[in-house]
């Protein structure tokens, strides 16, 4: 169905809010839907503290769990523990096919690598500093940093297309694209595999479009993820052989 691509996984993504920018939840939701949907979203940390302030804010906005955990000792992370205990739990279970740890805390290269010997993809989320171990521990690490600034660029990108090139109102009951629907998917586009004349399958688009968000085409009159993509000029798509939809971006 293309207004609801299939998961291809059930995907857990626990964050250290000690350890990690909300800056960065948009392009992490965005890569991890390579291993399947985020159903599981959970944000560890001690609330009481007015750092993670940014992250209480995301809760609600990215349906994202908080765990409370309360500092124990001066100089010591009780929420590390908490995590790893989590994500056993989660492990376990057999219900979760893909792990996300986002966090540059070298403490948790145990925990990945106990999730890749249990034959799941771990992928981590850091910056630049984060210690070689955990990185080499993870199925795939990615340098948040990077990730954020192309996430600022296309947004960017999106904001001077759509100033110049205004949404005609759309006819029909069907409301016009905005500005955030395009940077959405822009972002899905430009994170998805992509064949040598530059098109990417339209499921995996729309995969990536609804890790972000509660995304959902009919919010635009629109029937299917088809029709909306091909009412939106930055975008171009083609039908092949046996039905498959692929979509191109073209300004």
């Known amino acids: ?9 059930n995907i857990a993504l626990l964050i250290d809010a000690d350890n990690a920018s909300p800056n960065s939840i948009d392009p992490v939701l ?34 994202i769990e908080p765990y409370q955990q309360f500092d124990i000792t001066k100089g010591k992370n009780a929420t590390d523990m908490r995590m790893t205990i989590d994500a056993m739990d989660l492990l376990f ?3 979760v096919t893909g792990f996300g740890i986002l966090s540059s805390d070298s403490d948790f290269m145990p925990l990945a690598m106990r999730i890749r010997q249990q034959g799941l993809d771990c992928y981590g989320f850091g910056t630049d500093r984060t210690p070689e171990g955990f990185r080499q521990a993870c199925s795939r690490f990615i340098d948040v940093q990077a990730l954020v600034k192309a996430h600022d660029d296309n947004a960017a990108s999106a904001s001077a297309t759509t100033a110049a090139e205004p949404s005609e109102p759309a006819s029909g009951g069907k409301q016009a694209v905005d500005e955030q629907l395009l940077r959405l998917l822009i972002d899905a586009y430009n994170a998805a595999k992509r064949d040598e004349r530059g098109y990417a399958s339209l499921s995996d688009v729309g995969q990536r479009a609804g890790n972000r968000s509660s995304f959902d085409t009919r919010n635009y009159g629109f029937a299917r993820l088809s029709d909306l993509i091909e009412a939106v000029p930055n975008f171009q798509t083609e039908r092949r052989e046996g039905g498959q939809i ?6």
């Open 1 to 9: 169905m293309e207004n609801a691509p299939s998961a291809r996984g």
């Open 30 to 63: 965005t890569v991890l839907a390579e291993l399947g949907t985020v159903n599981i979203r959970r944000v560890y940390g001690n609330w009481r503290k007015q750092s993670l302030k940014g992250w209480a804010d995301m809760t609600l906005r990215y349906g």
């Open 93 to 95: 279970g057999g219900r």
């Open 246 to 251: 692929v979509v191109k971006r073209v300004r």
